[in-house]
C-alpha cells in the first residue's frame, strides 16, 4: 500500500441557512477544498459522497455543477459515519494505486428537532423515540459507575462552546457560561439542551492524493495514516448503541476502530496532540475518550478535572470546539474534523490553535453502530 | 493489482412479495451467496450494500440478521448503477489488498408505478416527470435515424420474455405473444406497457475473492475481470439522459464505461458469449447494444433481425429474461446480472443456457448518468 496525504479541505460553515440549496451547500464544500488543495478538478480522479438527508444522487448533483469530467462517483449513506465512510474509500482508492487523487465530500441540510426512529423498531415501541433518551443513558450510567457528575456534563460543555467561539466555521460561535447550560431546558435527565449538538446543515470536502502527487501541490505533506470504518460485535445493531458500553466485556466499535487505526498507522494514543470526536452530548465525550484508549477505563472526567482536554492541556479534545458548538450535519461531520485536524496540523487553527500538533485523531459514531476512526500526522 | 473471482452468487427472486420486509428479501439473497461460495460469514472481510429504497442503513440491518462480525460495511446509493457501484467497490477491495473476502449485495422492495423525477428538476417541470417518457424520446430518435422500428420494439421483448419463462428468478417468468405486446397499453408513444420494464422486489449478492482464497473453496474459477463505474460527459446531470444519445459526438457514458471495462479486462466485445443489459424498455436494449460496441452506431436493430441477440444466436443478449422480465429492483438488478453470467459461465443455466460461454458482460446504466459495467470470464 502507498502511504496516503490530505492536500486540500474545504468547509461551507455549519449552522443554519435558511432556504439556501443543499446542493449549493455542498459544492461551496467541494470548491473551497480544491481551492485549498491547488488541484485543478479535471484531475480529480474518483469522487465519495456521505450524505443522509440530501436525496437520492445528491453528490453527481453536487459536481454536476462543479463540472462533468465522467469520474466515478459513488454516494454513501452511513448515518453519522457517512463522511467518515466517504474518506475511507477515497483513501483506499489512493493507498492502492487506482488512483493518484481521490475527493470525499459530505453535506447536509438536515430536519430541525432530534430524529425519530423507525416505529418498527422494538426501540421506538419501547418509547426510546430520539436520540438524547439513550445518550441519556448513557450518561446516567456512567455517572453511576465511574462517579461522573452533572458538573462534569456542564463543564464538558463549556470547554466546547468556548473552543467554537473562536472558530468561524461553527454554528453557535459563542462562548455559553456555566449558568447558562447549567440551568438550560431538560431534555433527557440528565442531559440539558446545551449538552447536546444540534442536527444542523454544512458541508466538508477533503482532497487525498499518492506522495508523489502531493508533492506536485504542496511542501507541506500531512499523512492520512490511516482511516478504519467498524460495524459493531455486539448488541441487536438494529437499534442504536445503549447504555451497556461501558460495562459489558465485549469492546464497543469505538474501541475496535480505534485499536484498529492505532495499529495501522503505527501510531499510539499516547503519540495524539488532539482529538475530534463524536460529542453529540457532553457524557458522550467523557465515555468515548476512554473508548479511543484516551485515558483507562472510567477516567473520562478526570481528563476534564485535569484540564488535559483543554486547547492548553495535555490533550485538546475538540479545540474545534465539536458538535456542541458546531452542531452535527451528519454527511460533513467526519469531514469537517479532518479539517479541523489538517488546519491544526499546519499552525493554521488562529485563536484555536494547539500549539506543536503533530498527529490528530477524528472520530465519529452513527446509528446502528457504523463507527469511523482516522488519524493524521505532519 | 490481484486478479478478483466471483466464488458465490444468490438472488431472492424478483417480483411482488406482499408485506414480505426488504431486510428479510436482502438477508435471503446474501445466504443463498454465502451459501453458494461455501465461506462462512464470519471469513468476509467487508460488505458494500447497494439500495435505493430500502431507507437509512438497510444494509447494516440485513448483516446484522447474518450476525455481527464488525465487518466494515458502506451503504450506498447510485439509483439504477447502485449494485454495480456495490461491485466495484467490492472488487477493488480484493484487487488492492486490503482484504481477501468480500461481499456485494443489494435489495429492494420499490413503490409500485414509474418513478418521478424531482418536482424541483426542469425536465419535471417541463412535463418530463417520469421515466417512459424520456425512454421514448431515445427511441423515436432511434427510429428516426436508423429505421429502427415499432416491430423491432415488440421483438425485443419478445425475444427476453421468452428467455424469462425460463428464468426461475423472473417476475413474469411467462411466454409473451408478438400480439400481447403489441396490443399491449400505450405508455409514451412508441412504448407500450409490455415494452418497459416494472419496478419491483428482490435481492441478489455476489462473494468475490482473491485468487488464493477462491482456491480454498472452488475450482471453478470465474474471473471478475474489470468493474467499471463511469459518470457522463455531457449533458445536465441533473436530469437523466435524454434522446441526443445516439447524435451527439461525445460519447455516451454507457460507451465510456464500456470501453474502459473492456480495456481493464483487456477483452474486446469480439470476445463476448453473452451480455446483460440494462434493458429498461425494448429501445434502450437496442441503443445500448451499439454503446457496448456489440455493433456498429445505428445497427443495433439489425442485431435482432439477425437473431444474434437470441440464446442459440452469435451473442446473446438478456438470456435471463432482462429487466423486460424480471423486473428492476434497483439496487439489486446488476448483482442479478452478474450472477446470471456466473451461472451460464458455471453451465448452470438450464433450459436457457448459452452454449460453450466463457466471456461475460453486465451493464447498468442509472438517473444522473452513472453507469457500471463488468466484465467476466472463465
Redesign the interface.
Known amino acids: 500500500?502507498r502511504d496516503v496525504y490530505v492536500i486540500g479541505v474545504g468547509l461551507h460553515p455549519f449552522g443554519r441557512f435558511g432556504d439556501k440549496d443543499v446542493i449549493e451547500i455542498g459544492r461551496e464544500a467541494v470548491v473551497a477544498a480544491l481551492e485549498d488543495s491547488g488541484v485543478a478538478w479535471k484531475d480529480v480522479e474518483s469522487a465519495y459522497c456521505g450524505t443522509?438527508f440530501a436525496?437520492?444522487?445528491a453528490g453527481?448533483?453536487v459536481?454536476?455543477r462543479v463540472g462533468?469530467?465522467?469520474?466515478?462517483?459513488?454516494?454513501?449513506?452511513?448515518?453519522c459515519a457517512s463522511g467518515g465512510?466517504a474518506l475511507?474509500?477515497a483513501f483506499?482508492?489512493v493507498?492502492?494505486?487506482?488512483c493518484d487523487i481521490a475527493l470525499a465530500f459530505g453535506f447536509e441540510k438536515m430536519p430541525r428537532g432530534f430524529i425519530a426512529g423507525?416505529p418498527n423498531d422494538w426501540f421506538a415501541t419501547m418509547g426510546m423515540a430520539v436520540n438524547p433518551q439513550y445518550f441519556a443513558l448513557n450518561a446516567r450510567r456512567h455517572m453511576a459507575d465511574y462517579g461522573t457528575t452533572e458538573d462534569h456534563l456542564v463543564r464538558v460543555s463549556v470547554k466546547n462552546h468556548r473552543n467554537g467561539a473562536l472558530n468561524p466555521y461553527a454554528m453557535y460561535r459563542k462562548v455559553m457560561s456555566y449558568e447558562e447550560i447549567a440551568n438550560s431546558t431538560m431534555v433527557n435527565d440528565p442531559l440539558r439542551l446545551l449538552m447536546l449538538c444540534a442536527p444542523n446543515e454544512g458541508g466538508a470536502a477533503v482532497v487525498v492524493a499518492s506522495r508523489e502527487a502531493a508533492k506536485r501541490y504542496t511542501t507541506r505533506l500531512i499523512r492520512l495514516a490511516s482511516v478504519?470504518?467498524?460495524?459493531?460485535?455486539?448488541?441487536?445493531?438494529?437499534v442504536p448503541y445503549i447504555a451497556v458500553s461501558s460495562q459489558v466485556e465485549a469492546p464497543s466499535?469505538t474501541r475496535?476502530a480505534s485499536e484498529a487505526a492505532y495499529e495501522a498507522a503505527g501510531i499510539g494514543p499516547g503519540d495524539l496532540d488532539l482529538v475530534e470526536l463524536q460529542d453529540t452530548d457532553s457524557a458522550a465525550e467523557i465515555i468515548y475518550s476512554e473508548e479511543l484508549g484516551l485515558c483507562g477505563r472510567g477516567e473520562g472526567a478526570r481528563l476534564l478535572d485535569d484540564g488535559a482536554t483543554e486547547i492548553g492541556g495535555r490533550l485538546p479534545v475538540n479545540p474545534s470546539g465539536g458538535l456542541l458548538s458546531k452542531g452535527e450535519p451528519l454527511g460533513a461531520s467526519a469531514l469537517g474534523q479532518v479539517a479541523e485536524v489538517v488546519w491544526q496540523l499546519r499552525g493554521e487553527a488562529g485563536a484555536r490553535q494547539v500549539s506543536d500538533a503533530r498527529v490528530g485523531l477524528t472520530h465519529v459514531y452513527?446509528?446502528?453502530?457504523?463507527c469511523a476512526v482516522s488519524i493524521l500526522q505532519c
Not at 462533468?68 to 448515518?79: D, F, K, R, V
Not at 493507498?95 to 487506482?98: D, Q, R, V
Not at 452513527?366 to 457504523?370: F, K, M, T
Open positions: 500500500m443522509v436525496g437520492p444522487m453527481n448533483k459536481l454536476a462533468l469530467t465522467g469520474l466515478p462517483i459513488m454516494n454513501l449513506e452511513n448515518a465512510s475511507r474509500l483506499q482508492d493507498a492502492s494505486g487506482f423507525n478504519v470504518l467498524k460495524s459493531p460485535l455486539y448488541g441487536t445493531a438494529e466499535v475496535t452513527g446509528a446502528l453502530g457504523n
